[in-house]
């Protein structure tokens, strides 16, 4: 396995894991609380958790579609999806360092993963 693939595995495991602890944090404090207390039709309270979940659900999508083209799709198709997942994760990472000051620790392994895949897509840049 090349150097860019292992990179873009652990980006997209590390991606992965953040969304899956992000919903079921985000359900359990968040999505839960709004929807029990607000008193909203059963659309609205769908579409508040279509809303609060939709990072999730683009970092879960990322991490899989790393992982998914380190080990399936060519090197030049999984730096297009590494870019395009790293933008993503660079975006909540940024946003998350910002709107909380750097308190909330989400944005560090957002950041690893972003690393991961620099790294990686360095890796293939160099090789090239």
């Known amino acids: 396995m090349e150097v ?3 990179t873009y595995l652990a980006g997209g ?15 359990k404090h968040l999505v839960a609380p709004v929807t029990a ?3 909203l039709s059963s659309n609205a309270q769908q579409l508040v958790l279509l809303l609060l979940q939709f ?3 683009v970092w879960l999508g990322g991490g899989l579609a790393l992982i998914c083209a380190a080990l399936f799709l060519t090197s030049t198709t999984a730096f297009i999806i590494a870019s395009l997942v790293g ?10 360092f910002w709107a909380t000051r750097g308190r909330h620790f989400g944005w560090i392994p957002l950041i690893a993963a ?3 895949i620099s790294w990686g897509s360095m890796s293939l840049m160099t090789n090239a």
Request: glycine residues 10%; neutral net charge.
């Open 4 to 6: 860019y693939q292992l």
């Open 87 to 96: 933008v993503c994760y660079l975006y909540g990472a940024v946003g998350n």
């Open 55 to 57: 990072s999730t659900f």
């Open 13 to 27: 495991c590390l991606g992965s894991s953040v969304a899956i602890i992000h919903g079921i944090l985000m359900q």
């Open 114 to 116: 972003v690393l991961s």
């Open 37 to 39: 207390s607000a008193q």
